[in-house]
């Protein structure tokens, strides 16, 4: 099945991976009808395989919201549950007796389509990354669940569904028993943490060895040093602020000034990113040392900077985008600025959850900040990604003007930041503060992925 990041590079970028592959993708809830690249390729809604004499039917889906967080340019989406109930019946009509739904929607869809879509069987998902367990954590990873979770329909059928984390650290292990109808007898299983305890596969390392010259160059190529941990985990920087997101729009800032000639210290004195920027954080070394291996780890996408223009209700309209969310961290949409303070209350209305924007003068002598004001306007710097709309800020692709492509890309202002000012220590200072009733807190509270997974089919 696909996941949204496939799409990253467009469909252009997509194409030779599909020629490459000699295997089949599925995905019933997309329409390829306006990309006559993709139609001439073997990508199918479903797939059967004949196993002791017995079809199997494995029927893709992948989430919508592709269309907002990566580039599938005039690919059409379906909603999933309906497209696999449709394909499902299509494949019962032919003979098929088990059904599989292969997705990358997330666990709260993968459990959906378990519950609504009479005939699937076992649902195998993707995308939230939601790390499914039995018994005491394994490691640093938080149970999201029972591995497999068992969803049962309004017929008292149960389906199973799994998920296996993410970055191959896990490889699931998913045992189910089939009658001679196709019926659910028997199931069991769990995630394998692929540790030093697992035999390592030849050719994969010689694969690595082809790659690991250009890796190692990275990793002794220093950019500066850090004495503080630089904060950029899932659970933190997609609900809080977090001090690695600070730097890297302060980073975004700088770029701009060094560049600017003009009366007051800058005309852009706002800089956004999204949370899903960050991949994860960084680590004090003993040293403090930051390699360029290091930068390109935590942030894995280079893209150009833009600067537009934003009235400040667009910006505040921008901010309630980014918190439209559950607070489940699976998305990471929510907004982190330079020049920008904000509270945000989940307990609220989507559209109405933001609060206390406080923005950072340009036309000043010395910066200072002050309360936003709807109809004044504003100059920011923010990524390509938001620029076109990405993680559904279509404020900042539709409303934003004089769109300027900035002299550095992401990767470059980072970099040269770093070593401007190193030694860093970035700090936590209230720029995004999550608003938990009457109490707020900055920090205090609680593409593609590759999923692998091993399934087993006992029919007897």
Known sequence: ?????????????????????????????????????????????????????????????????????????NVIFYNEID??????????????????????????????????????DVVVGGHTNTFLWNGPQPDLEEVGGPYPTIVEQDSGKQVPVVQAFAYTKYMGRLHLEFDPEGDLVAYGGEPQLMNRTVPQDP??????????P????????????????LSGSVTQCRLHECNFANFVTDALIHNHVSSYQGEYWTDAPIALINAGTIRKGIRRKREGSVSKSDIYGAIPLEEPL????????????????GVRGKGDASSGEIIHGSGLFYKYDLGKQVGSRVSDVKIRCGSCKVPTFGNISPNSTYRIVTTAFLTKGGDGHTVLRDKGRNKTLEAASNWEAIIRFFEKTSPIYPQEEG????????????????????IFATLYLILV
């Open 1 to 73: 099945a696909f996941g949204n990041h496939d799409f990253d590079y467009g469909v252009a970028g997509l194409v030779p991976f599909l020629n490459a592959v000699n295997f089949p993708i599925v995905a019933a809830n997309l329409n390829f009808e306006n990309e006559p690249q993709l139609l001439a390729i073997n990508v199918t809604r479903s797939h059967v395989l004949l196993v002791s004499g017995v079809k199997i039917g494995v029927i893709g889906y992948l989430t919508p919201e592709t269309a907002d967080q990566s580039s599938p340019e």
């Open 83 to 120: 497209s696999v109930r449709e394909e499902s019946e299509r494949l019962s009509k032919e003979g098929v007796k088990i059904i599989m739904a292969l997705g990358h929607s997330g666990y709260e869809v993968d459990q959906k389509v378990a519950r609504e879509v009479p005939l699937v």
């Open 203 to 212: 050719s994969a390392l010689d694969l690595l060895e082809r790659y690991r």
């Open 214 to 229: 250009a890796v190692d160059a990275l990793r002794t190529e220093i950019v500066g040093r850090s004495v503080a941990d």
């Open 306 to 321: 833009y600067s537009m223009y934003l009235t400040g209700t667009e910006l505040i309209d921008t901010l309630e985008i």
């Open 431 to 450: 720029r995004v503060v999550l608003v938990v009733g009457s109490t707020s807190t900055a920090s205090s509270l609680g593409s593609a992925i590759c």
